[in-house]
């Protein structure tokens, strides 16, 4: 079938935008793990409450710019940016040295989710959703696992892509793949119908889910140009 144009839908780069629309949702909140806009206040206040958050530019894709941030059991902190990880004494000296990183772009802070995995390293989904003459239609629904080191999953930082069923079957159990396929074709159904009557003209989505290691649904976010 012929989607109605090759990517030339409206286009939203700002995560920030269609996090508020899908959080406008009680349906779609609960799936959407707490976020807010970075600063060093915000951040070390999410610090407290979640252990663990993830900093990531509010335009960007690919992974590129994506802050892992942990609180040690020590008192300590560390930040990890690619394969490197910094520790810290306080929170202020890694305050400081993140701000070389975050000052030149706006970044959002999400708390962090500890992923089921798949020989101990993390898989996430994409959903590829575009709307077609007759509707919206599924393109593919894939994992994408981590290469070694690394806690992003995105193809392009070498992440190993997979059938969803295969990485649902390999991280969860054969009995979970029917039931978390279906519970994510659901939710793409009802963010499409919300970001669509908030942004009207989109057509190309792709949606990136995680599931953690109880077995819930997480939106860590939507774009409109997914590659």
Known sequence: MVALANHSGRQLASKWAKTEALLSHPGLASHIP???????????????????????PIVGSGGSGVIKVTRTSDGGYSFTHRERTSRYTSFDAMAGALRSRTSKRNYLIQKGISLATVNGKPIDYRVKYVKTFKGWEYRSLVGRIARPGLFVTNLSQGGRMVLAGEGIRSSLGASQVRSKKSKMREITVLATRVLEQRFPGISHLGFDYGIDRRGKIWIFEVNTRPH
Do not use: E, F
């Not at 707490?34 to 990531?56: C, D, E, F, R, W």
């Open 34 to 56: 707490p976020t807010s806009k970075y600063s060093p206040q915000q951040l070390q206040h999410m610090l407290n409450a979640h252990g663990m958050v993830v900093i990531k």
